[in-house]
């Protein structure tokens, strides 16, 4: 049985030690005692101040827990500071020094106490600080704000006990003549107020003469604002947050449909070009939260919230929303609709077109055709497939499973709903290869196939048929899961293309973003890809795990190694339980020389291959397109170094200097035998067919005349080339291309001069001349 009172969650964890206390209780106990709870009331109530929360002051220690990294460091930084200037009045030797760590990581809250390497890892850190000093972590380095005026000097890494990866340590100081920024919170004890009053005097004294001395009243100040880890400045368009609608209707199941709502609204204002639209897992942040709406604007980094409630009754529905000035907190508007639920789409068009003309926004022609984004009129359909995504969002196997019959049910109701086709499209893209969605997604195949593999690759074809029909009537969801898919087959270009149209479509919508990054960093143009991390972190500066990845994997392709593995330690502490992000630590780490360390994350990163067999490094490289052979080798390699497994083949590259052109295939196909096979590891059902699985022989047209082993293309079908792509009739994935390239290390033997890549699999073959 589960406790109910244990929690876990990543938090920022502050652990502050007393040096020596021992010698210091040995000359008098009780003014030892005393002075150690001085101090860390004084030091509580910095905490409190700064917005964290103390949890545990246990003798000669204290554990406290913020939301912020830079809460965290000001308030340490700012009460050694008082506390080096408290000990001065004390004439004897009995004077309580603090020593302070700080880590990001995971905590469990139970039964009053906070555990969890979150708070071993602070605690470690803090052994490493010097007298009064202050330590972090590079996950807290990595996030603190660029402008705050702190020295972090870098101690290197770090053995610590308990841990079996070293840790990267820095050094934090103020900087001379610099002030700790002041917090943001009220005030609640009166000593404090009495410690801070001539440091106030002193900064507004400093404020009024630089005012004097740079004022130009004719000129605007531009306002900025930061969110955890970066500085934004307020866009030159007009940028906006909507926050989660609170549900007060007396039917709580009707969560989805507030949440819903807000997911709607978000997804409409996003496609205006000329407006910075917060994405939604940022946002849903605050949902439940009581935050002050000017706290989120600074945090986000938008001027604009709009923030509402949503009752609905029978057939009914009542609408309240207020669009707020974030700078000032005051309303721009509030408005109440109260309306049919048939007109659930003309009421979401009204509140965005409301704000448009609130914030004059000049719409582009399209967008002054397009009302609301939901690819569908039909309301049942639409409710349908609301009650999916909320189980999207939960972001589990299980609730993946779940989220299915609501979207069959909402194609059912309307077959040209293509928001419904992506939606199932990316379930299955993202879940195809996780083991539990798959034996639980049909589970009645009989005893004959292995329930687990059989199933992704029926799931995969679902993808495939899911994503044809969102395209459709494409959105910035169908044009990702493409450029996805194409990439995975080697079609370079047309995978940027579909990257490019996803973020033309979705100006707002970070994971286009980062579609169109990761598609810069495998063509090598790791520079670009940066400089759109900060536009995706921008949009969702609350969920940056993916952007962290990215970064590190840009930093890794330019051979920024140290940054890499710091960044890509920073995204796995925002997303721990994303493994796929330690595959290019590993590769980092094995390029440094710490070949342990590099074999301790390659089997991290493998420990989710829970599909297939062990991998080894050919089906390893298929899921990392890099074009460049270069980039390929270097990448495998790294892999080998930190452990991979050596096919007797070694693996097959696939650079783009080595692609076919349309003459050429046709040429090499046409009166010929293809003979090859499936030469990745996905041997679906747990059997595998050979070298000659794939044997098709076509005439001088093309035409397929006959196949032997598997019977992968339809009879009698006509085999065509087109934009340098063979496309043939394949039996389970319809009308399907794939782009040809030569293997420089293949033979007519091994049958692997030409490859071919479908999105499941890298397939091997030669020609033979037609008997």
Same mark, same amino acid.
Request: aromatic residues 10%.
């Given at each position: ?20 206390? =021992? ?12 002075? !150690? ?59 309580? /020094? ?163 709502? $807000? ?100 719409? /582009? ?10 690819? $569908? ?232 291959? $829970? ?61 010929? =035998? ?35 082993? !598997? ?61």
């Amino acid at each position: 049985m589960v406790d109910q009172d244990v929690s876990r969650k990543l938090a920022v964890i502050v652990h502050a030690d007393v040096v020596d206390s =021992t010698a210091l209780v040995q000359r008098s106990e009780t003014i030892a005692h005393n002075r !150690i709870t001085e101090a860390f009331q004084r030091f509580s109530a910095i905490i409190r101040e700064y917005g964290g929360s103390v949890h545990e002051i246990r003798g000669d220690a204290l554990v406290a827990e913020f939301e912020r990294t830079s809460d965290a460091v000001s308030a340490a930084l700012n009460f050694q500071q008082i506390n080096t200037e408290s000990l001065k009045q004390f004439d004897d030797e009995i004077r309580p /020094t603090i020593r302070i760590g700080a880590s990001l990581g995971e905590v469990v809250f139970a039964d009053g106490t906070v555990t969890g390497a979150g708070v071993i890892l602070a605690q470690r850190v803090e052994q490493l600080a010097e007298p009064g000093g202050l330590c972090i972590t590079a996950a807290i380095h990595e996030a603190l704000p660029k402008h705050l005026p702190f020295h972090q000097a870098n101690l290197g890494e770090q053995q610590l006990q308990g841990f079996d990866e070293p840790i990267r340590v820095y050094r934090v100081e103020l900087k001379p003549g610099e002030s700790i920024p002041l917090p943001e919170y009220i005030e609640t004890d009166s000593s404090l107020k009495s410690l801070r009053l001539i440091a106030a005097v002193a900064i507004a004294l400093v404020i009024t003469l630089g005012l004097l001395f740079w004022f130009q009243p004719w000129e605007v100040d531009k306002e900025t604002t930061s969110a955890e880890g970066v500085e934004f400045s307020l866009p030159d368009k007009p940028s906006i947050a909507v926050l989660p609608f609170t549900n007060i209707s007396d039917d709580p199941q009707q969560e989805y449909f507030a949440d819903g709502m $807000t997911d709607d609204l978000i997804t409409d204002l996003s496609n205006i070009s000329g407006l910075l639209v917060i994405a939604r897992n940022s946002v849903f942040v605050y949902k439940d939260t009581p935050t002050p709406v000017q706290q989120i604007a600074r945090e986000l980094g938008v001027r604009y919230l709009l923030e509402g409630s949503m009752r609905r009754a029978g057939d009914r529905l009542r609408i309240n929303a207020q669009l707020i000035d974030g700078t000032t907190g005051g309303h721009l508007w509030a408005e109440r609709y109260d309306e049919s639920l048939d007109d659930i789409f003309a009421l979401q068009d009204k509140v965005t077109r409301r704000i448009v003309t609130t914030l004059k926004i000049q719409l /582009t022609p399209q967008e002054q055709a397009v009302t609301t984004g939901h690819n $569908t009129d039909n309301v049942a359909a639409h409710d349908a497939f609301l009650q999916g995504w909320t189980h999207v969002q939960r972001r589990t196997p299980e609730d993946a499973v779940k989220a299915i019959p609501f979207f069959n049910e909402a194609i059912e109701l309307d077959p040209n709903y293509s928001d419904a086709q992506a939606a199932l499209a990316q379930i299955y893209w993202d879940y195809s290869n996780d083991e539990n969605f798959n034996t639980a997604v049909d589970p009645g195949l009989g005893a004959s196939f292995p329930t687990s593999g059989y199933n992704a690759y029926l799931n995969a074809l679902k993808f495939l048929r899911n994503l044809q029909e969102a395209r459709a009537n494409p959105s910035p969801q169908a044009h990702m899961l493409a450029a996805h898919m194409l990439q995975r087959q080697r079609r370079f270009e047309e995978a940027m293309q579909e990257a490019k149209q996803a973020v033309a479509l979705g100006p707002n919508n970070p994971m286009a973003y980062d579609a169109l990054i990761e598609n810069l960093i495998y063509a090598g143009e790791a520079e670009e890809a940066l400089t759109l991390i900060d536009e995706s972190i921008r949009l969702d500066p609350n969920v940056p795990g993916e952007k962290l990845f990215l970064r590190g994997m840009a930093y890794y392709t330019l051979g920024r190694l140290e940054d890499a593995v710091s960044s890509i330690d920073a995204a796995r502490i925002h997303n721990p339980k994303q493994t796929r992000y330690a595959a290019i630590k590993a590769a980092a780490l094995a390029e440094l020389g710490q070949s342990r360390e590099a074999e301790v994350a390659l089997t991290e990163y493998l420990s989710s291959w $829970t599909t297939y067999e062990e991998p080894e490094l050919n089906w390893t490289m298929y899921y990392w397109p890099f074009q460049s052979g270069e980039a390929l080798e270097r990448l495998a390699n790294n892999f080998i170094t930190a452990g991979l497994p050596i096919p007797v083949k070694r693996y097959y590259l696939a650079a783009s200097q080595d692609r076919l052109t349309g003459d050429e295939i046709e040429s090499l196909l046409s009166n010929k =035998t293809m003979k090859g096979g499936n030469r990745g590891y996905y041997t679906v059902g747990g059997f595998f067919y050979g070298d000659d699985e794939l044997e098709v022989i076509r005439d001088e047209e093309l035409k397929i005349l006959s196949q032997s082993a !598997i019977k992968y293309f339809e009879k009698g079908g006509q085999s065509r080339v087109e934009n340098d792509l063979l496309c043939d009739p394949w039996n389970d994935l319809g009308d399907y291309c794939v782009a040809i390239y030569r293997n420089p290390d293949g033979t007519q033997e091994a049958k692997n001069e030409y490859l071919f890549f479908t999105f499941m699999s890298t397939y091997s073959f030669s020609v033979f001349d037609s008997n």
